[in-house]
């Protein structure tokens, strides 16, 4: 454990009906890592993000997000300390444009939003924001167009979008490729290689190409448990992981 | 205080509430196990009151309508649900509210249609009209004394179904994890309608038995349908068990309260306003409770696992 | 903004409505004048209760509660002004600020409570709190109990309005549907509005994103709350009369049909809705068939209960989706 640590995770536990889905894992990601986690299916991945944003409670465990203990805060407000998630399964405003998706993002992070009278469409502070976020992330076409009528590759790029517009200081990415064309998803794998020099990345992911190729470090869990952490090299040899995991899948 | 006048309140409050469980327990499966809101419970009720008294008409006994009765409701119910709560299922909430908001207003004007604007009356035979000495020296209606009786067997055969049988099983697990029993290969149209069939019948029960003590009128099963929400709300939708505690729990705190609330007012109050607040205040006990049970517990007392979904 | 066909229905609807006091003159039958005010009162009622509904997804079913404690705080004031002489209590000033402040401290009471839950939940424990409020005006002897209360004396609004002559009421409601109508407008529009259209649509999102909805959803249930109970204000003006009735839940069910008939998703659609509501009462009830002997509009309910399930089946939006569509602004 190093000063430069952004997140630390120590002993976290999480039962669902005494079955325990998070068992004493520890890892840690450093500033500006991106570290992947992989797994089998059931591993407890996307049960780790939840519990890292608050949208479960932990049964045990510690979780330090720089520098601070998160116990006590809620999902919101580690929001606002700079934790931002994308979601495994697609979790947008479906009747809302693309535009104003991001710009709810953008809104949560601009104070209380207890303003009755001005128009969110006039409202500079909010939409030049965004409209940077719709460049970076080439949505600019798609700005007016309803969720709902998007496709499922941008969709999922929307999906990050919406993570940025909040302003992390790191990112919970849960399988941003889930269900990507090959096309799509080599896009992705380039646009995720230039956020890593600004974001901490925590990475979850099934595409093995991407993962290796893009990760600084990689942790492997299984049954809820850290198994083996390193970097892609080591990871790649060791025995443990190969018999648990890789072993499986090539 | 009066022990006798308790005692007799007591009883009073169990009646109330085995009706009430009569109608929560069917309403909670429904609400259980389809997710589906419905409002046209206390029609079904009301239904079973008006069936009850012309069956009676007809054959000249009580018992005979009551037996008459039961198949008719439970019919009415699967005629209903293949027509017009079929299709509403998969759909939110509010339109469940509307649609069946739409049969209330239905049911009510078809009985004013067909048995007139006038309540009926749904005579007793002799030996429910008598009374029963339960303890020496207090007498207690024999019909009372009988709705009880059905209300703790009915609860006791309800129990048996679900906790014993296949069909029960099936209810757990509907009422629990929705996914599931589809993936059971069961064909889920007919539990629902089943479900649903049995609730009616369950809902015409209480309407048959309510009708002698109260009157059949029109617009019965609304104020009715209110307090059962309250019970099935309070119990944790889904749950039978819940809906029996929270049903009798409701029973008693309505009959006591009633009856017993001007006493107590009077220490605090002058008569005469004690007696117009008590109606008022007891009448709002009930909301209180529930509001406190959901301020505490919002899933209810006994949410079934998954429901909270 | 380009001007639909949308925007120009809407207009003629709304002159329509303004010039209702001269038509009903023209036409000698006052009787239309007092109809449409309630249906604009209801409307105002509806659109109120569409911020929790349509925008919100809060399917608050005890809205009509605040219609009655707002007429109650007119009906109360009359009271004693009438029976006891007191001046003061007749001031509308007083009145509409006790209905206003009244109404808002319930519903932030109630939704503070409710907001707690979610889905059917919310849906019972409003219609509960709406059941008790409706029951402690059964209570309460001195006001009437069931009966209810008659209303002597009108709110006197100091010669600025005098709201004993119609058409003057009239206009005043009139003018308050539009405030209210500009008002929705502009909230739905706004951050706040944002906030509570973005939980409607996908609350886990929201927290995600770093928004706690609680806070906003109440206040929300608040403004709706209030604005309800100014319509109190206006009915109980318009009556002369307030009941425990007004606050069933079965008049709550109104409103929200009102809201279903009209379209959610619209501005309009609970004007449409309220519109389309007490007209189809007057339409169905007056059907001059005669079968076997009974007139059928006498059981107008037969047909409505039946029309209202296949409106829900089959005319998902309401009126707004026989509509012009108007194009999606932004």
Redesign the interface.
Known sequence: MTANDILIVENLVKRYDGLLATDELSLTVREGELHAIIGPNGAGKTTLIKQLTGEIPSDGGKIIFNGRNLRRHSEPKRSHLGLARSFQITSLFQNFTVLENIRLAVQAHSGHSFQFWKKVDENKKLNEPAHKILQELELEEQANTPVYSLSHGAQRQLEIAIALATKPKMLLLDEPMAGMSGEDSERLIERLAALKSRYSILLIEHDMDAVFSLADRISVLVYGRAIATGTPDEIRDNEEVRQAYLGEES | MNWLLLLEQILNGFQLGLLLFLLAAGLTLV?GIMDM?NLAHGSLYMMGAYFCATFTGWTDSFILGAILTLPAVFILGVVVEMI?LR??YS?D???Q???T??????????T??IWGPIGLVIPLPDFLNETVEIIPGAPYPAFRLAIILVGFIVAGLLYFIVARTKLGMLIRAGASNREMIGALGINIRLLFTLVFGLGAALAGLAGLMAGPILSVEIGMG?SIL?LT??VI?IGG?GSIKGAFIAAILIGLIDTVGRSFLPEILNLVLPEASAA??A???S??MI??L??LV??IK???LFPPRGVGR | MTISSRHILNTALLVFLGLIPFITDWMGDSFYTGLVARILILAIAALSLNLLIGYGGMVSFGHAAYIGVGAYCVGIGAFHAFEDGIDWMLNGYVQLSAALLGSALIALIIGAISLRTRGVYFIMITMAFSQMLYFSAVGVETYGADDGLTIYLRSDMLGLIDLNDEKSLYYLIFASLLVVLYLMHRLVESPFGNVIRGTRSNEARMRAIGFSPYKYRLTAFVIAGTIAGYAGFLMANLNDFVSPDMMHWTRSGDLIIMIVLGGMASLFGPLYGALAFLMLEELLSSIPLTIGGLHVGEYWQLIFGPLLILIVLFARNGIDSFLPQPRKSS
Do not use: C, K, W
């Not at chain 2, 908001?101 to 078809?110: C, D, H, K, R, T």
């Open positions: 609400f809101v017009a299709t509403l759909r909430h509010l339109d509210v509307m649609a908001f739409g049969l209330i207003l239905f049911f009510n004007e078809a004013r249609l609304e209110i929400l309250v709300v939708i117009t607040a109606p008022a205040i009448s709002m909301y209180l529930m509001t959901l301020a919002p899933q209810g």
